[in-house]
């Protein structure tokens, strides 16, 4: 499968106000953006064409793109997300979303945020969360069942933001999970490669066409990666992680 397209937001100067389980000191931006600009500078290297959106003060966490909607090759979904202070972004994305799909639908029911989904090709994993419900979940079953797609729920662990928080699909068949995740059984006819303990944060990365990208500051991880024969590029994300956020977070990939 190749990627031929990702939609980036800026960040907004708010982002200090961003959402954050345990505060470890405000995101600086102009590192953030650094980092924001070596992310989307390494999606381009591999030919697809990134459009980057403008900041949305009013949303301190509109950064994380992706977990306003769902890309899939048929169209695109737009989410609910669970947390109140980001339901607006969903909206924002949303003309962005019908300028490049001919069909954009929209979960009406419940709450779902991307940063909770897994798109493996032979299924679609959803992992419940505190962003994440029932509602929302059956709600885009029905609205992606008549593309042919098959959701199946999973857990994302209890004190986990979200299920990518914990892993991430490296090809059809591979996906990189903690264990923590993996040891609930969920990635059962997946071969999986372990995130190396103690390095958690490294979960969260994403495949993009021949590129893996992923945190920097992983070596344990990132030579798990290498040693599998992917090609990775180590990115920046001290200050998004301040936040929750990771590398899928930061863009919607189609
Ligand atoms: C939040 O709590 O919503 C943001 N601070 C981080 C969102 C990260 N998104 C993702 O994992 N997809």
Known sequence: Y?????ITRAPATSIIRGLRAVDTGNPDLATLRAHHDAYIATLRETGATVVELGPLEDFPDSVFVEDTALCLPEGAVVMRPGAPSRLGEAAEMAPHLKALYTEVRTVDEGHIEG????????????GRSARTDATGIASLARLVADWGHRLREVHTPPGVLHFKTDCSLLDAETILSTDRLAGSGCFAGYRVIPVAEGEEAAANTIRFNDLVLMPEGFPHTRDAILTAGYTVREIGNSECA???GGMSCLSLRF
């Open 115 to 126: 940063g909770d989904i897994l798109v493996t090709g032979r299924e679609i994993l959803v």
């Open 242 to 244: 301040k936040l929750d």
């Open 2 to 6: 190749r990627f031929t397209h990702a």
